[in-house]
Nanobody
């Protein structure tokens, strides 16, 4: 059973930065894909970024390319989402997810964290 725990959310002004963390535990992650999704009020949950654990390849939604960066620390079983130049439209609850590969579709992921709120003020 994979367990995921996010942290690092908060309130930041537009143009600012935040780094989200997701600590994973419960199994080997060599075959896993890790991803960040977000859900804004009244909207569906959407893919933000993904990382193939073994290949160390990253994927990003067009809306965050060039501003967000996903990385991992293998020793800590942790993935990060560095978010720069934040915009009010980035306001959402951010979720960490794991699955067998990296997919943009949330139904492809088996395990989810509890989410962390990111609020960007103008």
């Amino acid at each position: 059973q994979v367990r995921l725990a996010e942290s690092g959310g908060g309130v930041v002004q537009a143009g600012g930065s935040l780094r989200l963390s997701c600590v994973a535990s419960g199994r080997s992650f060599d075959s896993l894909g890790m991803a960040w999704f977000r859900q804004a009020p009244g909207k569906e949950r959407e893919f933000v970024a993904g990382l193939s654990w073994s290949a160390d390849r990253t994927y990003y939604a067009d809306s965050v390319k060039g501003r967000f960066s996903m990385s991992k620390d293998t020793a800590k079983d942790t993935v990060y989402l560095q978010m720069n130049n934040l915009k009010p439209e980035d306001t959402a609850v951010y979720y960490c997810a794991s699955g067998l590969g990296v997919w943009a579709q949330e139904e492809r992921y088996d395990h989810w964290g509890q989410g962390t709120q990111v609020t960007v003020t103008s």
